[in-house]
């Protein structure tokens, strides 16, 4: 059985997914023009194996974190759109770390 701050942190948490996700979906259009960046690295990286900005040209490490790169390269070797994957794995990052945050707060409180 769940205790009750954990289940209080998990009702916070979907309740803010439920409240925020149509904003994140209110405007598609609205993708930082960083994620862009990151789409053209993930896009040369499956096309030639290196995470370069222009195929064939020196490597230049252009994109703020690597993992997040990988985690694009997913939905992109699916052929899934990947504005609207970016939006989901955000949505989804943005959930677990609202509840992490909660489950940390929970954890001070109860010592």
Known sequence: MMS??????LLVTISLIAILNPIFFAAPDALVDDAFIYFRYVD????????TWNIGMEKVEGYTSFLY????TIP??????LEHSAHMIN????????LGVGVFRTCLKNS
């Open 44 to 51: 040369n990286f499956l096309a030639s194996g290196e995470l």
């Open 91 to 98: 949505i989804g990052l943005y959930a677990v770390v609202m």
């Open 69 to 72: 790169t990988m985690i694009l």
């Open 76 to 81: 992109a070797a699916l052929q899934l759109d």
């Open 4 to 9: 009750r701050p954990l289940a209080y942190s």
